[in-house]
């Protein structure tokens, strides 16, 4: 009997079988930045196909986006230590995107499994503006849009929550053989909305809102906060 893993690898097979690459490429290279920054390739190796989405991936980026979301001491959400983000990603595909135009999103859908933990919460903007300062991280020069400006957000101590929800973001490429092709952006745990709260498009703009970020209390980033009873 064939074990689930050869089952599984033919079915996957199966599946790249039923893309044209050379076609996907030529969708792929009409974009200028999937072809010259992206260097976006066609293959069955930076492929996830589900439902009626293919989305293709440079090589580095899934593993990019695995490692953003894995430091406890940086702001922002967690994958958990184990997860298949491939496999996730696939089911988030099988799933309604949020929204469609040139961005196909997936806003804070829910899986069948917890897949990190979300580092955003809310409160009253008046709380928010007495936690401690922090500036993220620049890009590299060469990966700055035009439009860029650093940001700013509050941090506090705290723990994160688990959630089930993933969110994912894509660009979309074109058509093809009755498949909707897409490239990958991003993607990370949790949602877009805190207690019903939109987020804010610029980080900016969190704290003005009262959303915050948690971080480990024995985190370094927090080294001179001030703890509740003296505040």
């Known amino acids: 009997m064939r074990s689930m893993k050869l089952i599984m690898e033919n079915f996957n097979k199966f599946l ?66 184990d997860i298949d983000l491939k496999d996730t990603i696939k089911k988030l595909l099988r799933k309604e995107p949020s929204e469609k135009g040139d961005r196909v999103k997936w806003l804070g859908v829910e899986v069948d499994e917890e897949v990190g933990k979300m580092g955003v919460e809310k409160a009253s903007p008046e709380e928010v503006s007495a936690m401690k300062d922090y500036e993220m991280p620049h890009p590299p020069e060469h990966k700055k849009p035009k439009d860029w400006k650093p940001e700013f957000i509050k941090i506090t101590g705290g723990e994160r929550k688990p959630t089930k929800k993933m969110t994912l973001i894509t660009g979309y490429v074109g ?57």
């Open 16 to 81: 790249a079988e039923q893309v044209d690459y050379d076609k996907a490429q030529d969708l792929i290279d009409s974009d200028d930045f999937l072809r010259d920054e992206v260097k976006l390739q066609a293959t069955a190796d930076n492929m996830i196909e589900g439902g009626n989405y293919v989305l293709f991936y440079s090589p580095d980026s899934l593993e990019h986006i695995k490692n953003r979301h894995m430091d406890a001491d940086a702001p922002g959400s967690l994958f958990k230590d």
């Open 175 to 231: 058509k093809l053989d009755g498949k909707e092709i897409i490239s990958l952006i991003s993607a990370f745990p949790g949602s877009t909305k805190i207690d019903g709260f939109e987020l804010p498009n610029s980080r900016n703009d969190y704290a003005k809102e009262g959303f915050y970020f948690v971080l480990p209390e024995n985190s370094p980033l927090l080294a001179g906060e001030k703890s509740e009873n003296e505040a």
